[in-house]
């Protein structure tokens, strides 16, 4: 057996790296680790993304981290205030003294015999490669591309003689005062970016294929304030903590039980928000249930601001052609645009797109189930943070952290060297989200699967990851420990890998 250059090795410093160095180096202070971070700074998201208007869609105290205060007054909050905070963790434990920045992992390879992670690393300073061994993965990647987003090729788009730009490639050359400005899309990056040009643009339409549910809430939360004023910090911040969540849950579940009183309550919000004169029917009302997609939030109600100063308009349409002077619709109806603004979404990817292999074998991600959403199917060692899609991404990457630390803790007690989850029956089979965005139905085919009972089935409910994550059982005859000099498990990836072979 080999011993690794580390104990744990975490790959991505943006929000969920940062907070999984946290927990471990506060739980397991023997373990020694590296953060791998394919960029040259810390924030991941945060970072990335320098579009206008850039904030959060969730409140900071439930995407903020369990151990540390979110002490901004807005609770729906910048992003340079975010990337500020995840920076400061980062720097007030010593955690960013752990990091290895341009560094991107282009593989990463189990072997048994070793009982270790071998990580096969592109430096993207020099263009060299190198290999780290580890024997626990963490891999804290998020769960798209960092190298581009989702574009259509736009029929006619050669021929427009402005600017077209994706949100995730920003440039920060680009002038907008003054300009017509129109954004493809209608999720949470149009809904963001539409009332923040509009501020200076000539004015800015937001093209939208079809509507989605919008829903505005206070940037500031009241409740927050007001329980910071007379009780201790950490206090006011778990309460809070615990009211959005609850809230958020609440909504949720009313929205699975009664669709028709939630869609109809969330229309009629808008239509308070709007007043005459706006045609909430076309725009505004979506031919789906609300979190059959993600809600998009918009602080203090500045979309809808936007459009009835009349700095900003929606038009509910698809594109026949780009012109050179804009874009004309399947309606003959013709936008003029100095810039187009594609908001249309991600690339989804599994472990940040490295290449994932179990003995030599190379592993399809499509052919592996989750199991307790964050290991998976006779995949040794090996931990993924993937957060909640109706709720806040940090709710369950807390949750996750500790749970590797408890596995860590376990796995020293009993002398085991490796652990994999090995389904004892059929865990059934459905699509790792129940999501019918078109980010997500592009890229499933790329993803994991998911059981249809648990520990197999993906949850999206805290308190009953609380009991499923942070209370499961460690021995529960699914989770198999090998201790040095047992046998090997079996080859379950060989059928695999050969049918990925014949393909």
């Given amino acids: 057996m ?29 373990k020694s680790y590296a953060i791998l971070e394919g960029r040259e700074a810390i924030g991941g998201t945060w970072d990335l993304f320098r579009y206008p208007g850039i904030r959060s869609d969730s409140d900071m105290h ?15 909050a910048d992003g340079s205030s975010i990337l500020s905070y995840v920076r400061e963790t980062a720097a007030e434990n010593g955690i960013d003294r752990h990091i290895r920045f341009n560094s991107l992992v282009q593989e990463a390879s189990w072997d048994s015999e070793a009982a270790v992670w071998t990580l096969t690393i592109l430096d993207r300073t020099t263009g060299q490669t190198s290999d780290l061994t580890c ?15 989702y574009k259509p ?12 730009i994706h949100p995730q490639a920003w440039p920060e050359d680009l002038d907008y005062a003054g300009k017509k400005v129109v954004v493809i899309g209608s999720g949470a990056t149009a809904v963001t970016l539409v009332p923040e040009m509009a501020k200076t643009a000539a004015h800015v339409t937001m093209l939208q294929r079809s509507p989605t549910y919008i829903v505005s809430r206070p940037a500031e939360d009241r409740i927050a304030l007001g329980l910071r004023k007379i009780l201790p910090e950490k206090l006011a911040y778990g309460l809070t903590r615990w009211k959005n969540t609850l809230l958020q849950m609440l909504f949720f579940r009313m929205a699975r039980r009664r669709p028709d009183k939630v869609k109809d309550r969330i229309i009629g919000m808008a239509r308070e928000e709007l007043g005459e004169g706006h045609d909430i029917e076309t725009h505004f009302t979506p031919d789906y249930n609300p979190w059959d997609q993600r809600l998009c939030l918009v602080p203090d109600g500045d979309l809808f601001t936007a459009l009835r100063d009349g700095d900003a308009t929606i038009t509910t349409d698809t594109i026949e052609t780009f012109t050179e002077t804009g874009i004309k619709l399947s309606s003959g109806q013709e936008l003029e645009a100095d810039i187009v ?33 964050i290991m998976f199917t006779n995949v040794p060692n090996l931990v993924v943070t993937f957060g909640y899609t109706n709720a806040s991404w940090t709710l369950k990457a807390d949750l996750i952290a500790k749970y590797v630390t408890r596995l860590l803790k376990h796995m020293d007690k009993t002398g085991a060297v490796e652990v994999r989850p090995i389904p004892e029956s059929d865990p059934g089979d459905a699509p790792w989200l129940d999501f019918s965005s078109g980010y997500v139905t592009r890229a499933l085919h790329k993803l994991p699967r998911q059981g249809t009972s648990a520990p197999w089935k993906l949850n999206q409910n805290y308190i009953q ?3 499923e994550i942070r209370h499961a059982p460690l021995d529960d005859g699914v989770l198999q420990y090998r201790r040095a000099g047992d046998p090997y498990f079996s080859d379950k990836h060989a059928d695999a890998a050969a049918a990925i072979a014949a393909e």
């Fill in 2 to 30: 080999t011993t690794p250059d580390f104990d744990v090795i975490i790959v991505g410093a943006g929000l969920s790296g940062i907070g999984a160095a946290y927990h471990l180096q506060a739980r397991c202070p023997d």
């Fill in 62 to 76: 439930t995407l903020g981290y369990d151990f540390k205060p979110w002490k901004a007054r807005k609770a729906i």
């Fill in 135 to 149: 024997r626990m993965l963490h891999m804290c990647a998020g769960y798209y591309s960092y190298e581009g987003g």
């Fill in 153 to 164: 090729d736009f029929p006619g788009e050669n021929s427009f003689a402005g600017r077209v």
């Fill in 341 to 373: 603004v594609s908001a249309t979404g991600l690339q989804l990817e599994f472990m940040g797109g490295a290449v994932l292999k179990v003995d030599g074998a190379r592993i399809d991600p499509a052919s592996l189930h989750g199991y307790r959403g």
């Fill in 465 to 467: 990851d609380i009991f």
